[in-house]
């Protein structure tokens, strides 16, 4: 398993990135080119394509892909940045109050600050990416101590559960014990 390359400032400031992103984004262009291709491939075949029907083609690959494209989560200590296509949205870590866990379609972890900062991230993220997880989890049972986390700990025990679980199949997975 190849390491990602981080840049050294990063490194430095021991920001931690989402190392899936940058496939899922190509995979998205990909999906996006691929319909844009194939729709008007077909509409020059049959004779029908115009420049309306090659610009409506062209807003609904570019639709598709904004749908596709996930948001990018980066950590440091004491905050955790999630960036979608239009949309920045910062959680201060070290002053979390409430850490909520919503079941549906597409489950989120969505994280409150104490200066009103909120934010949701995949619990998928966090899964797959263990520092990112470790930084979130070691400045949320700090602010469990203090006092300031009114609301999730049984959320974050559960959320590292699931983390324990796919890291330990990863180990087994790579040493051929699966």
């Known amino acids: 398993m190849e390491l990602p390359l981080v840049p ?5 400031a021991g920001v931690v990135h989402d190392t899936r992103w940058a496939s899922e984004a190509r995979a998205a262009t990909g999906c996006a080119a691929l319909l ?19 610009l409506l083609w062209c807003a609904l690959a570019a639709l598709l892909f904004a749908v596709l ?6 950590a440091a200590p004491g905050r955790l ?4 296509l239009t949309t920045r949205r910062t959680v201060r870590t070290d002053r979390l109050t ?13 994280l409150r600050d104490a200066a009103g900062g909120r934010a949701e991230v995949d619990p998928r993220v966090l899964v797959a990416n263990p520092p990112l997880w470790r930084l979130l989890e070691a400045d949320a049972r700090v602010c469990q101590r ?6 999730g700990g049984t959320e ?3 959320l590292a559960r699931r983390v324990d679980r796919e ?9 051929g014990l699966e």
């Open 8 to 12: 050294q400032a990063d490194r430095a």
């Open 146 to 151: 203090r006092g300031t986390l009114l609301r």
């Open 98 to 110: 409430s850490v909520r866990w919503s079941d549906g379609v597409a489950q989120r972890l969505i």
């Open 156 to 158: 974050l025990d559960r």
């Open 167 to 175: 890291s330990a199949h990863a180990v087994f997975r790579v040493s």
């Open 36 to 54: 844009l291709g194939l729709s008007l491939t077909i509409e020059a075949g049959n004779g029908t394509l115009a420049p309306a029907r090659a």
């Open 81 to 84: 940045t999630v960036r979608g």
């Open 69 to 74: 494209l996930p948001s990018r989560v980066e």
